[in-house]
């Protein structure tokens, strides 16, 4: 079965501060990786996806994520946070022997300090 | 709004008794989910409708739960004899279903949070 890590649970940065959120998965054949993002009182949405081509892939709001198959990781980064960034982000992982269910890690809560 | 929509926001239940949630897709979007989150961990799959289809199903979804999507648009989950453990955030949400796409983008709604006492 496939499962997603997220290393980080919580993480508290300054304004202007660089941003790398890790997220590690556990499957050996083709995936699917996704990051989605919770704004406070908001519903789940969409970061960024990679399924195939170019293995850094861009978002939204200036985020991108490095798919590097060797290290099963799929990590997010962001140059310069900003207040607006404070969220919870949830990395998520479709295997394409798992037909359509998304796994997700467990999710990262960043906290932007103004 | 044409987001992902559902009903009721907030839930609370004794224990034993069944509850019942609605999900309405995005309109044109054939391809409906059912997750559920508990406090600090991600969402975890349950099922998935392709069009009015039940395809899969979760080893979490027990015999309790039953989710149906008759006509293919709005769908319901339904959990008989709730226990404590059924407490969480149950969430909804679609998309648009091309043959082959597991790599789409899911639309959230915002969720039902159910509270068994």
């Known amino acids: 079965a496939q499962s997603v890590s997220q290393h980080n649970h919580h993480v508290i940065l300054s304004e202007a501060a660089s941003l790398e959120l890790g997220c590690n998965y556990s499957?050996?054949?083709?995936?699917?990786l996704f990051w989605y993002v919770q704004y406070p009182g908001q519903h789940l949405q969409l970061l960024l996806k990679?399924?195939?081509?170019?293995?850094l892939v861009k978002g939204i709001k200036g985020f991108e994520a490095e798919f590097i198959k060797s290290k099963f990781s799929f990590n997010l980064r962001k140059p310069s946070v900003q207040w607006s960034d404070t969220a919870e982000y949830f990395c998520a992982v479709n295997a394409w022997n798992a037909g359509n269910m998304l796994t997700f890690g467990g999710g990262t809560r960043l906290m932007v300090k103004p | 709004d044409t987001g992902v929509s559902q009903d009721p926001r907030h839930k609370i239940t004794k224990r034993g008794q069944n509850v019942t949630f609605r999900c309405d897709p995005i309109s044109e979007h054939n391809r409906l989910y059912w997750y559920r989150q508990t406090l600090g961990q991600g969402p975890e799959f349950l099922t998935y409708?392709?069009?009015?289809?039940?395809?899969?199903k979760s080893r979490l979804l027990s015999d309790r739960f039953s989710a149906e999507r008759p006509k293919g648009s709005f769908s319901t989950l339904e959990i008989q004899r709730t226990e404590q453990g059924d407490s969480a955030m149950y969430l909804c949400?679609?998309?648009?279903?091309?043959?082959?796409?597991?790599?789409?983008?899911?639309?959230f709604g915002s969720g039902t949070q159910l509270s068994v006492l």
């Open positions: 990679y399924f195939s081509g170019d293995p």
């Open positions: 499957y050996g054949g083709t995936v699917n």
């Open positions: 409708f392709q069009n009015e289809a039940q395809l899969e």
């Open positions: 949400a679609s998309s648009r279903g091309r043959q082959g796409g597991t790599n789409e983008k899911l639309f």
